[in-house]
């Protein structure tokens, strides 16, 4: 394991931002990967980017819960697929041991089930292993708690299956508007005004959404949504799922 132990005062992603421009508060990253040539180029990717820090490694879930207990990181890169024990059930017991440190998965699984296991077990961002370092660093910098970030390589690579029904669902332009801005990461409270509906019937227009695509949250419908081709595809940025 290498690791630096850092200051354990008060803690906060650096990119959340603080009042000052010269602020030298770094982001603090353990890397938990049991392939090790991955985990140390990952580290020193991360050690070149201005704000951020490695400050540790781990190569097995164990390992990676304890050091993150003794390190307590701002964000935790995880493996999903270790011997011994998966990155998924390692995903939960760090939310319990680091409450304030998100967790962004990296898997060479790219169906959206796993991302949908992946925000189950309580990460925050699922980055595909196949895709680039850039894509990796731009979550890394844009993950907060309390929302799914999905690399965009997770929707270019990810298998197209057939849904239940073949034909795509027939959605309203409404239901179109409030669908894009669930990709888009915007909240129902936020979207109502900006649709000029009330809150309650933007929930209604969400639940018809989720219905029509057989969805049992909207970061599945809006997967299955991007797998239909009722989305376009994703540009560069990550999409975001509160």
């Known amino acids: 394991m290498d690791g630096v132990n850092g200051d354990q005062g008060e803690r906060h992603l650096a990119n ?9 508060r770094e982001t ?36 990676g819960v304890a050091e993150a207990s003794r390190l307590q990181p701002d964000i935790v890169v995880m493996d999903i697929q ?24 990296v898997t060479a699984h790219t169906s959206p089930e796993w991302v949908a296991k992946a925000a189950q077990a309580g990460a925050s961002a699922f980055i595909p292993k196949n895709g680039s370092l850039t894509d990796l660093t731009d979550i890394l910098r844009s993950v907060r708690a309390g929302q799914m970030l999905v690399a965009p ?3 270019a690579t990810a298998p197209v299956t057939a849904p239940r029904n073949p034909a795509a669902p027939e959605l309203s332009g409404r239901e179109l508007d409030v669908l894009r801005l669930l990709a888009a990461g915007i909240p129902v409270k936020q979207m109502a005004p900006d649709l000029g509906i009330t809150v309650n019937t933007c929930r209604g227009y969400v639940k018809s959404v989720r219905q029509k695509l057989d969805a049992g949250s909207q970061l599945e419908a809006v997967l299955r949504a991007r797998q239909l081709g009722l989305l376009d595809e994703p540009g560069s940025g990550p999409s975001s799922l509160a």
Do not use: Q, W
């Open 16 to 24: 959340e931002g603080s009042d000052g421009e010269g602020s030298e």
């Open 28 to 63: 603090a990253v353990l890397v938990i990967d049991d392939h090790r040539t991955f985990a140390e180029m990952l580290a020193a990717a991360l050690n070149a980017l201005p704000g951020m820090r490695c400050v540790g490694t781990a190569g097995s879930a164990a390992e």
């Open 82 to 105: 270790m011997p011994r024990e998966d990155g998924l059930a390692a995903t939960r017991r760090i939310r319990e041991v680091v409450p304030d440190a998100v967790v962004a998965v």
């Open 153 to 155: 390589s997770t929707f």
